[in-house]
């Protein structure tokens, strides 16, 4: 016991050693330590509901310092991250249970207080009271593997509510952010939430009962996640001067916007000149404030910056001025593949509603 709580003091001392990601004045986005050592995930075999538990753990860690990267097999995005963070040596990368969930739940067991009991109605109140609760979240079909490891009921929300979880842990929350997120998605965006203690819920948005929840944030607060329409979401939220990150298929967000930021400058551009009688053409890729396609396919698809075409001719890249937190490293490597050639240069700009999405 003495030699368990000599190194838990030695690890939470080296915490407190590592720097805090960088944070612009009024940021609404949580932060904790930049990540030294991380666990990958590769997720091979793993059911839908261990997933969840994967990712539960991995945002309750990062409310320290990120620990764990998930890389699905056959995510291409996640995959090029890896490969980054590798090569920029942001941090190391360990496979000792890229497969092994029972190992990664043994490693980290001190970590947590033990595991909240859902059922698919009560997925988001589980992410919900994660945060706050200092436990993983475990379905049904997982409660034999929390028995065989010994880890203990900490509350069982199945048939809970997010009205109950608001009455009881409202004033625990983040005040500035919320994940708004369909049940069915929730192998993505959890670790989010529960990294930056956060709400997570979703039913339709024009509906008195979200408009009610929406109205517990104050101006400027950030929206993760997406609704049924772009207008149903983007409506309400904007009514209420709140912005909305579209992130609902985002994993990895609470490793991502623990990186830290630097200032970056875009390669030289060439003059372009005007040629009198001449119509000048623009194109331009509009997409760039989705967080989403930013961490997914948007690098590695040979449809958009992945393709062997860019670099042919100018193009400009909109990106959220969001990511200079949410993904840091994810901006600085497209800054540093940006093609520089005389007439087929790559060019960011901010995305059309600023730094998320607005009506």
């Not at 630097?262 to 060439?270: D, E, G, H």
Request: glycine fraction near 6%.
């Amino acid at each position: 016991m003495k030699i368990l709580v000599l190194a838990l003091l030695l690890f939470l001392s080296g915490i407190s050693c590592q720097p805090s990601a960088n944070r612009v004045v009024g940021s609404p986005y949580p932060v904790s330590h930049v990540p030294t050592d991380l666990y990958v995930t590769t997720e091979r075999g793993f059911t839908p509901d261990e997933q969840l538990l994967v990712e539960s753990l991995q945002g309750l860690l990062a409310q320290t310092i990120p620990r764990i990267l998930r890389v699905p097999l056959g995510d291409d995005g996640a995959q090029l991250w890896s490969q980054n963070i590798q090569q920029k040596k942001l941090a190391n990368l360990n496979y000792a249970f890229a497969s092994n969930i029972s190992g990664l739940l043994q490693h980290f067991r001190t970590e947590f207080k033990g595991y909240v009991l859902y059922d698919y109605n009560s997925t988001n109140v589980a992410i919900s009271l994660a945060g706050v609760a200092q436990s993983i979240v475990a379905s049904t079909t997982l409660i034999p593997l929390m028995e065989s490891l010994a880890i203990p009921l900490i509350k069982d929300v199945r048939n809970l509510t997010t009205q109950w979880f608001l009455q009881n842990f409202g004033d625990h929350i983040n005040p500035t952010t919320f994940n708004f997120q369909f049940i069915d998605k929730a192998t993505c965006l959890a670790d989010y939430a529960i990294f930056g203690k956060a709400l997570s819920f979703f039913e339709p948005a024009n509906t008195s009962s979200a408009q009610e929840i929406f109205q517990r944030y104050p101006q400027n607060s950030a929206i993760f996640g997406w609704g049924q329409s772009e207008w149903n979401l983007v409506a309400v939220s904007s009514a209420m001067s709140m912005m909305v990150h579209a992130a609902d298929w985002a994993i990895n967000l609470s490793v991502m916007s623990n990186f830290q930021n630097r200032i970056l400058s875009q390669k030289p551009q060439q003059t372009i000149s005007t040629i009198p009688g001449t119509h000048t053409v623009c194109f331009l890729f509009t997409d760039g404030d989705n967080l989403q396609w930013l961490l997914k396919q948007f690098a590695t698809s040979n449809q958009w910056f992945g393709s062997p075409d860019r670099g042919k001719t100018n193009i400009g890249w909109t990106l959220s001025p969001a990511i200079a937190e949410l993904a840091p490293n994810i901006m600085e490597y497209l800054y540093d593949a940006a093609s520089d050639r005389i007439n087929a240069s790559d060019y960011f700009v901010s995305g059309p509603s600023g730094t998320g999405t607005t009506k």
